[in-house]
Every structure is written in C-alpha cells, then in structure tokens.
C-alpha cells in the first residue's frame, strides 16, 4: 500500500510491526473483573501504539480470543489508529490449541502480515491450563517462520494460575532470557502491559530490541 | 519533586514518553521536565554528571533546550523551557492515511519552509560544532519547529545526547535511519561528522520525501535488507554510478533540490558513507540551504513555491509570477573613483507583491541564527521596487551605471521606478569608500525553454 498522487508522486509508508494479542476469554476470566481489567489495558495499550509516531514503523494490532469452544479473531490487525476497540467477553472453555492455529494462520498469510513487515510480536495471556490439544499446535507455530522469529511474550492472572499453566506459558514464550509475566492480583495486569507497551514502541523507533533492552523494562 | 535548587515542580501533564523518559509540562506551562530512566544507579550518575556539565556549558543564543535546573533525587531529569505552538519536524516528513502528497507538501509550508527550517536547523548544530559540540542524535522527533506557517522557529530538544567528547556507546535509542555508519556499527562515537550525516539524511528525506537510502529493494523487502542500507552497505538511490537502489517514491530530485544542495548530498552519501571527514558539514549545509530558498517563487495559483529557474510551476503548471532578480554582489574597492565589483554566484528573487526580507547573511555576510530582515524589498504593479531599511545603520540605493546616489536612513524607505526599461539600479550595504556587498536588480525574463 502506497500513498499515491494525483500527479504520481508517491510517498512511502512506514513498515508495519505486527502486534498479535491472543487473549483468554474463557468463562473464569469472568471471575475477579478479570476481562475487565484485560479489556481496558489492551484498549489502552492500542491507544498508546495508536499515538506512537514513527517515520520508521507503525504498530498494527490484531486480537485473537479464545473461549467457548473454539479461538475467534475478535480485531483483524490494523494499524493501530484504525482499531475501534469492542471489549471482550469471558464464557466456556479455553482452547488454546485452537488459537495457536489461528494465529500461525495469520502471521504466514502475507496479505496480513506483509513481507516488508518488522519482527512481529504475540502476547499471550491466559488464567489457566488449556483445555484442548495445543502442543501440536505450538510446535506448527514455533517451527513456523515467522512464529518462530516472533517476539513471544505471556502472563498468567489470577489465583488460579498453577505450576502446570505457568509452563505452558514458558513452552509459548520457548526463550529462557524472557520471563513470564505474572499478574495474580489482577490489578497488576495493567503494569504488565505498559511494559509490554514500552517494548514494542522501543522496537519501532530503533528498529530492534536487544535482550538487555527488555532487561531495562523489567522492573 | 523539586529541584537542586530548592524549587518545588509539580507536574501537570505529560506530553511525550520515549525510551529514556518522559516529558511533563510544570510550572504553570512555562516549564517542561523531562524524566528520565537509568538501568542502575552508576548509569543514573553518570547521566546526572553529564546534565550538570551541559547546564553550565555556554551555548548563547543557540535555540537548545538546555537543562535549566537538575531534580533532585531520587529524581533524575531537568527541567528546560516550554516550547508552546510547536511541533516535531516529523510531522512535516510524510503524510498520514491516503492524504496525497504534492498538496500535501504544499499545505506544509511547501519547499521553501522546508529549506528555511532546515537552514535554521542546521545553523543551531553549526552553533555546536562551533564550540566542540556535538548533538548526538540530530532526527525529525528531536527538532522541533514553529506549528503556525507564518513562524520559522526551530529548536533542537533531547539534549541528554550532547557530547562534549564523543565516545563509543551502544545505539539501541538511536533513531531508526538517521545514525551514520560508524556510530551504528559500534566503530566510533558520535562526533560532529556524525551530526553532519544524520542532517544530511534528514535534509535530504524532507525536502524529497524519501529516505535516501530506502530503494524500492529494501522498501518492498524484509526489515533486515533496510538494516544493510542504514549501515550504508548498499548504494544510495541516487548514487551516481550504481543505480541497483533507485527508488520510486517522493519528489523529482531537481524539483525539490538545487545542483548545490544535490552535490552535498551526494557527497555525505557516497564517500561520505565510509570515510566521515567526506562529508559536509552542516555550515556547508545551513549556506547551500539558505540560498537555495533565495530562489524561490511561490506560485500565486497553488500557492506551492518552486525554484525560478523553472519554466512553469512544477505542482500546478502555471506560468511564473512576475519578478526581479538581485545579483549579489561585492565592492571591492574604487579605482579612480568608478567602483570596482566582485561577482558571486549568489542571487535572489524578489516576486512582485511579495516582502522579500534580506538578512545580515546577504548584506554583510553574517552568521545570524534569527536570520532578521536588515532591508525588505517589495516590488508593486508599476513596476516600483521600494526598500525599507530596517537595519542599524543607512544603506544606498544607486542609479544605473553609477547614476544618482540616495541614501536610505535608518528606519525609512525610497523607492526606484522603471523596470520596465532599464535595469541596472543597485542597494549597497555600506558607504563607497568602504568594501561592502551589493544587490544589483535586474528583471527576471522568461526565456519559453520548452
Ligand atoms: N521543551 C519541550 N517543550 C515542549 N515539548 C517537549 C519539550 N521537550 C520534549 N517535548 C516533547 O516530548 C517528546 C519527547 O521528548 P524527547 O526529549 O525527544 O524524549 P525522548 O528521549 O524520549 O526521545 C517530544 O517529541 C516533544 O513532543
Ligand atoms: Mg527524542
Ligand atoms: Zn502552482
């Protein structure tokens, strides 16, 4: 997509870096204002992207849910200053797996994530253990191109969030030199995705984030 | 928080967030803080010291927001002045959405606010150099300028990056596209023939409206292609023997840029890209820029302004406005009583109904930051041309081939007839028996070079 003229001269638009949120909508999340707090961070989060004015990058964002028996894709990625924000809704199951699929559909399909694209980056959030089959799925996204090159990032909320849903948030982030986020009181969620937020707009306006970059944003 | 030296700041509202800090508006509006953040306590007093040395270096009129108090801590950052009614630079580098882009350019302020902008950014890092500075990370976010079209106000912020010595450090808050080769490859620090690449990117990418070295390759191809060009491993797409990264985009080249300001660039793009002493500094820049705006017309039908060495206008393709053309030059001395004249090959226009200022840069070849009018020109339907002296001192307008002598005192006018006829009438800048500099006015004529 070119901005063109009506005397031809064109200019070029910044590359787009991809922002995929894969959200748990499963019924607990109900539980606690869970979703709540989850829809407005990620509402503000796109705001602050929305805001960030790169001659280099602009951040596109993209939802995809999972809940009820199966993943949706709630917010098609965009530039970021063209989401219409609707919030989310907590019911049924959590079928991670299907998720997985849907996004590594998603991020190899290039009419939506374009070859010209930056390092795209996925942010998983979940409150508990999957319910479906999503190993098999991980791994089609892990061994995808540009799953695998993603910069993966996840943080389980709430109580409810035991040893065996931590490592699956550890086996979807696969990289020992970033931590999984942990928001058990719910109301940390919100400075979990300002770090988030700080990440990705370091990323668009060097063009690159180094570990020890991350580093600076754990805190 | 307060400040060092005891006053208390209350932040009101912020305005900007970046990867070092962020920025607060304080002090009832007048003051603007920036706060900043420190991986750990040795970074924080490193950052600390360096603030202090720049708060008392002295940079005089230069338009820097320089620290003006530190915090105290545990607070790290300063407090600076206010910049009200402006904006980054940036916002006059690219469109957004699917605006189109020559009207676009134009409701910008058009090519020469574009050159007089950057002639004034340039001026500022000149100010640096000039005393041993140098400013880090010159980049479309870290100039500000004036928001209303009729302001030509620049300022440089983010000083935390200003060096007294340069040294080598990581570039990971670099600006994407705007650090020179050997400071983004860890080679050297930054030093003012950085400073001097980074502006010539940015001269060259807002005056065309595409990066010099984004091709069409490394626009359509992966982000790690664009990584190479940035560390200059691929030809500019200009070069003038490897065409392999021509681009597509922006503006004709010889619309937007005079052959001057094209050499320059090409210059600080090509051997400039490896060998940092090449390239030209950015005094070199702030002149070529200046005088390339002198030879603007603004275009009474799409009010776009263009260079007058165009047959017609280049964004709408209507025919030029009448005008005059001031060749500047100098008088050496008188030899038995007739002046003698050094030419230059500087000129300037001045288009009928228009106020064409004159700077100090022309009448005494000063370096003035603020680039105030000495004398306005303005020629009317009768083909009048009067100058009003605005200046500390006379100037002379004298007649056709030494004819009649007029003074012009300070703060008064005259004016000269007769354009039609005869050209020839010339403003000299200093009494006759003392060297000094002369526009000589002609008319400009049209030749129809199809
Ligand atoms: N003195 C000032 N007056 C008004 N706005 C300012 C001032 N300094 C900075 N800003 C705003 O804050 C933003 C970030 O400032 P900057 O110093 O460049 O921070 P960073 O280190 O994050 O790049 C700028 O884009 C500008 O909009
Ligand atoms: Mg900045
Ligand atoms: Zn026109």
């Not at chain 1, 030199?177 to 969620?189: F, I, M, N, P, S």
Request: with cysteine; hydrophobic share 40%; aromatic share 6%.
């Amino acid at each position: 997509m070119d901005g063109s003229t009506s005397d031809q001269a064109m200019f070029q638009r910044p590359r787009p870096l991809p922002v995929l949120i894969l959200a748990d909508v499963s019924g607990s999340m109900a539980n606690d204002g869970k979703i709540d707090v989850l829809n407005r961070s990620v509402a503000t989060m796109i705001r602050a992207f929305a805001d960030e004015d790169s001659l280099r990058g602009e951040i596109w964002a993209g939802v995809v849910t999972f809940g009820g028996s199966d993943a949706t894709l709630h917010h098609p990625l965009v530039p970021a200053s063209d989401v219409r924000w609707d919030d989310m809704r907590a019911s049924g199951r959590t079928p991670l797996g299907a998720a997985l699929d849907l996004v590594t559909g998603l991020l190899v399909d290039e009419s939506v994530v374009p070859r010209r694209a930056f390092r795209p980056t996925v942010v998983l959030v979940s409150d508990g253990v999957p319910t479906d089959e999503w190993r098999a799925a991980l791994s089609r996204l892990l061994t995808s191109d540009k799953g695998g090159r993603a910069l993966r990032l996840a943080v389980g909320v709430g109580q409810d969030m035991d040893a065996e849903a931590f490592d699956v948030l550890e086996q979807f982030i696969a990289n020992p030199q970033v931590k999984v986020g942990r928001a058990e009181d719910v109301h940390e969620l919100p400075r979990y995705f300002d770090w988030v937020t700080a990440t990705v707009t370091t990323q668009v306006r060097s063009g690159r984030v180094t570990n020890d970059d991350l580093l600076d944003f754990m805190n | 928080m307060r400040t060092e030296d005891d006053q208390a700041i209350e932040l009101t509202r912020r305005i900007g967030a970046g990867g070092q800090g962020e920025v607060w508006e304080a002090g009832g509006g007048r003051l603007a803080v920036k706060l900043l953040h420190s991986r750990d306590q040795r970074a924080a007093e490193r950052l600390a010291a360096q603030l202090r040395t720049l708060r008392l270096l002295d940079l005089g009129d230069l338009p820097i927001a320089r620290p003006l108090a530190l915090l105290s801590p545990p607070h790290l950052g300063y407090t600076m002045v206010m910049l009200a009614d402006m904006v980054a630079l940036r916002q006059l580098f690219a469109p957004t959405g699917r605006t189109a882009l020559v009207p676009w350019y134009t409701e910008t302020g058009g090519l020469r606010r574009r050159l007089r902008l950057l002639g004034r950014t340039a001026s500022a890092l000149a100010g640096l150099h000039g005393r041993g500075l140098c400013y880090g990370d010159p980049s479309p976010v870290n100039v500000m300028v004036s928001e209303p079209l009729d302001h030509e106000q620049v300022y440089l912020i983010d000083v935390d990056n200003v060096a007294v010595m340069s040294e080598v450090r990581g570039n990971a808050y670099a600006t994407r596209g705007y650090s020179a080769p050997e400071v983004l490859a860890g080679r050297l620090g930054v030093s003012s023939l950085s400073d001097a690449y980074a502006f010539a990117v940015m001269a060259f990418e807002l005056l065309t409206v595409v990066h010099p070295f984004i091709g069409d390759k490394v626009y359509d191809g992966e982000p790690d292609l664009e990584d190479k060009a940035f560390a200059g491993e691929l030809p500019w797409i200009e070069h003038s023997t490897q065409p392999s990264n021509r681009s597509r985009f922006g503006l004709a080249r010889d619309v937007v840029l005079t052959p001057g300001l094209r050499t320059l660039a090409a210059r600080a793009f090509e051997a400039g890209v490896a060998e940092p002493t090449a390239r030209p500094t950015v005094a070199e820049w702030r002149t070529k820029l200046y005088e390339a705006a002198d030879l603007t017309l603004a275009c009474p039908e799409c009010h776009g302004t263009y260079f007058g060495s165009r047959a017609t206008c280049p964004w709408c393709g209507v025919a030029p406005p009448p005008a005059l053309f001031a060749q500047l030059l100098t008088q050496v001395g008188l030899e038995a009583g007739k002046p003698m004249f050094a030419e230059t090959r500087r000129a300037l226009l001045v288009q009928r109904q228009v106020v064409t200022p004159v700077s100090a840069r022309t009448a005494v070849a000063a370096v003035d930051e603020l680039e105030q009018s000495v004398v306005d020109l303005w020629y009317d339907h009768n083909d009048r041309l009067t100058v009003t002296n605005r200046w500390d001192r006379p100037v002379w307008l004298v007649g056709v081939g030494g004819g009649p002598r007029m003074a012009i005192a300070v703060g008064h006018d005259a004016t000269i007839p007769m354009f039609n006829r005869r050209s020839g009438w010339e403003l000299h800048f200093g009494p006759a028996h003392e060297p000094h500099r002369v526009l000589r006015f002609s008319r400009l004529v049209r030749k129809d070079n199809r």
